[in-house]
C-alpha cells in the first residue's frame, strides 16, 4: 500500500502552483516599492541641481549667498574624515576580530563581549555623537575637529566592521588553517598568509557598507557640533571642518528662509552620491584584486 | 636544517627500548607510545595505547569509523590540540623526546612531522607558493634556494613533469589525484621525518589512488610513513606493519603479513574478512 496517493497529489496541485505564483507577486512588489521610492528620491535630487553643479560650485568656499556658495570645504572635509574613520576603523575592527576569533579562549567573558558589540550595532547614532563630544571634543579637550568627528563615526561603525570580520574569519575553511599548522607555523603566520587573505574579501565588504554609513552619517556630528558656515578649507586632521550631510542638513534645514538653499542642498546630495559611488567602486576594486579561488 | 641533536638522542634511546613487541628489535623507533589516553570532553577517545612505531617503514592503522584512529594520529603531531576540550595522559617519545610535554614547542615538533590531510588541501595559492610555504614559515628568503626546494620535492612526490610549466598557476587549477601529491610535496618541502596521513586517497579515484601508493613506496626510502586508511587492501599493499583500533584500543599491531594472513585476536580477523566495520 501506498502512502503518497496520486490522485490526491494531483488535486493538490493546482493549489500549490498558485500559490508559488502569488508569493513571486509579492517578493517582486517588495522590490519595486523600493526601487520606485529610490528613483523618485534620484529623481527630484537631479530635478533640483540641475544648473547648480558647475566648477564654481565644486571648487568654491561656503558663503550665506546661495549663488557664490561652493562645497570644496565639506568635500575636503569628508575626505579628511574618512581618512581618519578607514584606518582607525579597520585596524580596530579586524584586530578585534582576529583576538574574539582565533585568540580568545572560548567561554562565558566572550560570549557576552559577543553580545554587547552585537547590540552596539544597534545604539542609534546620537547616542556615538553624545559619546563622542564627551570624550573625544570635552574630555580630551579636542574640539569639534577633524579627528574628534572621524573618531566618533569610527566607534559608531567599530561594531558592524567586527561582526562582518568575524563571519569572514568564520568562513575560512578550516583545513586550510589545518595545513598551515601542520606544517609548523605559528597561530600568527597561519593568520597573516592563510586566515586573513582567504578572508579579505568578505572583510572588505563589511568595511565598504560600514565606510559608505559613516560618510553619509549627520547625527552624531551635529552633536559634537559642526558649525553651519566656516569659510577656510580644512588642511589637516586638526582643522575645524564642515562635512557634506552637514552641509545638505544646513541648507535643507534653512531652505524656507532663502529658496535657493534646496537647490544646494541637492546639488550636494549628487555630489555626495558621487563620491560615494567613486570611494565604493575603488574599494571592490581593491576587494576583487585580492579574491582567492578554491 | 636541526635535525642532528634529535639523532643524537636517537643513538641513546634505541638502547633503553629493547621491549619492541614485534619482530626486528634493532629497528630504530621513530614514535614510542605509552599508556596514552586522551578525552574529548568526557569521551574517552583513545585508551591505554602502547606502539611502537619504526623509522623507514610504513606503519598503517585500520579499524572502523569513530575507532580514534585519525584521533591517534593527530596525536603524534599535537594536531589533536586545535581541538579545545581535548586531554591527554601518558607519554609519546619522538626520538627519545616526549612530545605531549608542553615544553616540546608544537610547532618544532610539525616541522619533524608533516601530515597530509584527508581532503586535498592546497592554498589557493600558486603550486611554487604552495610548496615555497613551509620553508618561507621556517625563514628561507632566498629565491634560489626555495628554487631548489620546490623542485626537488615536486620531484619528490612524482609531480614535477606534470606542473614544472605551470609553478605559477592556481593550484586549485589541478586534478584531486594532482593537488594531493602537491600537497604531500608541500609537506615534503619542510623536510620532516615523519609523514603523517589520514586515509590520503580516500577522496581520490583509483588511479590517483594507486599513483600515491606507488609513491608512498618511494617515500618509505627516506621517511617514516604513519597512514590511517580505511582501505584494508590498501593497507595490505603497502604498510610493514598494522595496526588495528577498535573502540579507541590497539586491538592488534603486528607485521602486515601476519595481521592479514594469521590474526592473533577474533576481532581483528571479524574485522579483515569483513564481518564488520
Not at chain 2, 611502537?52 to 585519525?70: M, R, Y
Not at chain 2, 580516500?202 to 597512514?227: R, W
Amino acid at each position: 500500500m501506498k502512502y503518497i496517493d496520486v490522485n490526491q497529489v494531483s488535486k493538490r496541485m493546482n493549489g500549490r502552483i498558485a500559490k508559488n505564483n502569488i508569493l513571486k507577486s509579492i517578493f517582486l512588489a517588495a522590490t519595486v516599492f523600493g526601487l520606485i521610492v529610490l528613483a523618485i528620491l534620484i529623481y527630484r535630487v537631479i530635478v533640483d541641481s540641475v544648473g547648480w553643479i558647475d566648477w564654481d560650485f565644486l571648487t568654491g568656499r561656503l558663503s550665506t549667498a546661495a549663488e557664490r556658495a561652493g562645497i570644496m570645504g565639506a568635500i575636503l572635509g569628508t575626505l579628511w574624515m574618512m581618512l581618519v574613520v578607514a584606518p582607525v576603523t579597520l585596524i580596530l575592527g579586524i584586530g578585534t576580530a582576529i583576538y574574539l576569533e582565533l585568540y580568545a579562549k572560548k567561554g562565558k567573558l566572550q560570549s557576552i563581549i559577543q553580545t554587547n558589540i552585537s547590540n552596539l550595532a544597534g545604539v542609534p547614532s546620537i547616542v556615538y555623537g553624545i559619546l563622542g563630544l564627551t570624550i573625544f571634543v570635552r574630555a580630551m579637550d579636542m574640539g569639534n575637529i577633524i579627528l574628534a568627528g572621524g573618531l566618533t563615526l569610527s566607534l559608531l561603525i567599530l561594531p558592524i566592521v567586527i561582526v562582518a570580520a568575524q563571519e569572514a574569519i568564520r568562513a575560512v575553511p578550516s583545513f586550510l588553517s589545518e595545513a598551515s599548522y601542520g606544517m609548523g607555523a605559528t597561530k600568527w603566520q597561519t593568520i597573516k598568509n592563510v586566515i586573513l587573505p582567504a578572508a579579505l574579501p568578505g572583510i572588505l565588504t563589511g568595511a565598504i557598507l560600514a565606510l559608505s554609513r559613516a560618510i553619509g552619517e549627520t547625527a552624531p556630528l551635529t552633536v559634537i557640533g559642526i558649525p553651519a558656515l566656516i569659510i577656510p578649507f580644512p588642511e589637516g586632521i586638526f582643522d575645524k571642518f564642515t562635512a557634506l550631510p552637514m552641509q545638505i542638513y544646513y541648507w535643507t534645514l534653512d531652505s524656507s528662509l532663502v529658496a535657493e538653499y534646496a537647490n544646494l542642498a541637492a546639488a550636494t546630495i549628487v555630489v555626495l552620491l558621487v563620491l560615494l559611488f567613486v570611494l565604493n567602486s575603488a574599494a571592490i576594486f581593491i576587494r576583487n584584486k585580492f579574491q582567492q579561488r578554491f | 636544517m636541526s635535525l642532528s641533536i634529535v639523532k643524537e638522542n636517537t643513538e641513546m634511546q634505541l638502547n633503553v627500548n629493547n621491549n619492541v613487541t614485534t619482530a626486528q628489535a634493532s629497528n630504530k623507533l621513530v614514535f614510542d607510545t605509552k599508556d596514552l589516553n586522551l578525552w574529548y570532553g568526557n569521551t574517552h577517545a583513545l585508551k591505554d595505547i602502547n606502539l611502537q612505531i619504526n623509522e623507514k617503514e610504513v606503519t598503517a592503522i585500520i579499524g572502523p569509523s569513530g575507532c580514534g584512529k585519525s584521533t591517534y594520529l593527530k596525536t603524534l603531531n599535537r594536531m589533536v590540540e586545535l581541538v579545545p576540550t581535548v586531554r591527554t595522559t601518558g607519554e609519546i617519545m619522538y626520538k627519545g623526546k616526549s612530545i605531549l610535554d608542553k615544553s616540546f614547542k608544537v610547532e618544532d615538533l610539525r616541522t619533524h612531522v608533516g601530515m597530509v590531510f584527508q581532503k586535498p588541501n592546497p592554498f589557493p595559492k600558486s603550486i611554487y607558493d604552495n610548496i615555497a610555504y613551509g620553508p618561507r614559515i621556517h625563514g628561507i628568503r632566498n629565491k634560489k634556494i626555495l628554487d631548489e626546494i620546490v623542485e626537488k620535492s615536486l620531484r619528490g612526490a612524482y609531480i614535477w613533469d606534470e606542473v614544472k610549466d605551470r609553478l605559477k598557476e592556481n593550484a586549485y587549477g589541478l586534478s584531486g589525484g594532482q593537488q594531493q601529491r602537491l600537497c604531500i610535496a608541500r609537506t615534503l618541502a619542510i623536510e620532516p621525518d615523519v609523514i603523517l596521513m589520514d586515509e590520503p586517497t580516500s577522496a581520490l579515484d583509483p588511479k590517483s589512488t594507486l599513483k600515491i601508493e606507488d609513491l608512498v613506496q618511494e617515500l618509505k626510502k627516506d621517511y617514516s610513513i604513519i597512514i590511517v586508511t580505511h582501505n584494508m587492501q590498501q593497507a595490505a599493499r603497502i604498510s610493514d606493519r598494522t595496526a588495528f583500533f577498535l573502540d579507541g584500543e590497539v586491538v592488534e599491531f603486528d607485521v602486515t603479513d601476519t595481521i592479514f594472513t594469521n590474526p592473533a585476536d577474533k576481532r581483528t580477523e571479524d574485522y579483515i574478512s569483513g564481518r564488520f566495520g
